[in-house]
């Protein structure tokens, strides 16, 4: 069970880098009124990921934690494909740069490896009791596991970030909305 966990832990700061270069600073996603539908999905990934990871910090899921943890995987699958989808119109008239394109790619492609890792390793667990069964103590070294702890709440924290600032978003977009409702009353 300690291939996923890699997988997802080494991919991390790419995805970090994807949220923070490219939908908050470089096209400032949660502002644009195109991009509601891609925000929503990135906001879904910025939860789904780190509570894959963070489960699998915590333990080996065997029983229903293993078809919890499967699901998870599933619907971040399902979230990353309706992103695909709507990320052309949202970045319309600019379109999705090379770059980060590739950074998806990376991503994707990572979250399918560390899903079929878990399937694999796992397979058998999934009829055991439920549980999260402790990790073999010699893992990881425990500074690598504070570290990947410390990256998780990171993680989480850049969700609840993104997400304060598209809530604001849409307020303010509310707000003019009524003004404008106001001035064309009067």
Same mark, same amino acid.
């Given at each position: +069970?300690?291939? /996923? %966990?890699?997988?997802?832990? @080494?991919?991390?700061?790419?995805?970090? #880098?994807?949220?923070?270069?490219?939908?908050?600073? $470089?096209?400032? %996603?949660? $502002? =644009?009124?195109? @991009?509601? $539908?891609?925000?929503?999905?990135?906001?879904?990934?910025?939860?789904?990921?780190? &509570?894959?990871?963070?489960?699998?910090?915590?333990?080996?899921?065997?029983?229903?934690? #293993?078809?919890?943890?499967? *699901?998870?995987?599933? #619907?971040?699958?399902?979230?990353?494909?309706?992103?695909?989808?709507?990320? /052309?119109? @949202? =970045?319309?008239?600019?379109?999705?740069?090379?770059?980060?394109?590739?950074?998806? *790619?990376?991503?994707?492609?990572? +979250?399918?490896?560390?899903? &079929?890792? *878990? &399937?694999?390793?796992?397979?058998?667990?999934?009829?055991?009791?439920?549980?999260?069964?402790?990790?073999?103590?010699? #893992?990881?070294?425990?500074?690598?596991?504070? *570290?990947?702890?410390?990256?998780?709440?990171?993680?989480?924290?850049?969700?609840?970030?993104?997400? &304060? %600032?598209?809530?604001?978003?849409? $307020? =303010?977009?509310?707000?003019?909305?009524?003004?404008?409702?106001?001035?064309?009353?009067?």
């Amino acid at each position: +069970m300690e291939f /996923p %966990l890699l997988i997802l832990l @080494s991919a991390a700061p790419v995805g970090a #880098f994807d949220v923070i270069y490219f939908h908050l600073w $470089k096209f400032r %996603l949660f $502002k =644009r009124p195109e @991009s509601f $539908k891609e925000e929503i999905t990135h906001l879904l990934r910025g939860v789904l990921v780190p &509570a894959i990871t963070g489960i699998l910090l915590l333990g080996q899921p065997e029983g229903n934690w #293993f078809w919890f943890v499967m *699901f998870l995987f599933a #619907f971040d699958t399902l979230n990353s494909f309706l992103d695909i989808i709507f990320e /052309p119109g @949202s =970045r319309a008239p600019r379109g999705v740069p090379p770059t980060e394109l590739a950074v998806h *790619f990376v991503g994707i492609t990572s +979250m399918g490896a560390a899903w &079929a890792t *878990f &399937a694999l390793a796992g397979w058998q667990a999934r009829l055991h009791a439920s549980v999260l069964r402790a990790h073999a103590v010699d #893992f990881l070294p425990h500074w690598f596991l504070t *570290f990947a702890t410390i990256g998780l709440l990171g993680a989480f924290l850049l969700a609840i970030f993104e997400a &304060a %600032l598209f809530v604001r978003a849409l $307020k =303010r977009r509310s707000n003019n909305r009524v003004a404008e409702l106001a001035v064309g009353a009067g």
